[in-house]
């Protein structure tokens, strides 16, 4: 397998629950494929840089498998790899959150 739609893979990936939802991420411009707005029929290659915002926050990966099955998270989790970057701003996000104040009702 050379490519795969980009919708299919968002969702084997487990960053979506559902491919019309990552298609739909895909339509509103939520996801790129090397610095480009990608549509949900946008083949993905492995090698292929990816911007996903989603609503667990924003992840920039790259692509180490294709698959078009869903499976379990740790085979999920084989298919990309989160660069250090975004592992690093996502961590400094949550410890953001957590110095919050308390809203009060």
């Not at 739609?5 to 939520?30: N, P, Q, V, Y």
């Not at 099955?69 to 400094?92: C, F, H, I, N, W």
């Amino acid at each position: 397998m050379t490519g795969l739609r980009i919708d299919k893979w968002l969702w084997a990936a487990r960053f979506f629950k559902t491919r019309s939802l990552a298609a739909r991420a895909c339509e509103l411009g939520r996801i790129s494929s090397n610095k480009v707005t990608a549509k949900p029929a946008r083949e993905v290659h492995v090698g292929d840089l990816l911007e996903i915002k989603n609503g667990s926050g924003d992840f920039q990966v790259e692509v180490l498998g294709l698959s078009e099955m869903r499976g379990p998270a740790p085979v999920a989790q084989t298919l990309y790899r989160e660069t250090d970057e975004s592992r690093a701003l996502r961590a400094k996000l949550v410890e953001q959150r957590k110095n919050m104040p308390p809203i009060e009702a």
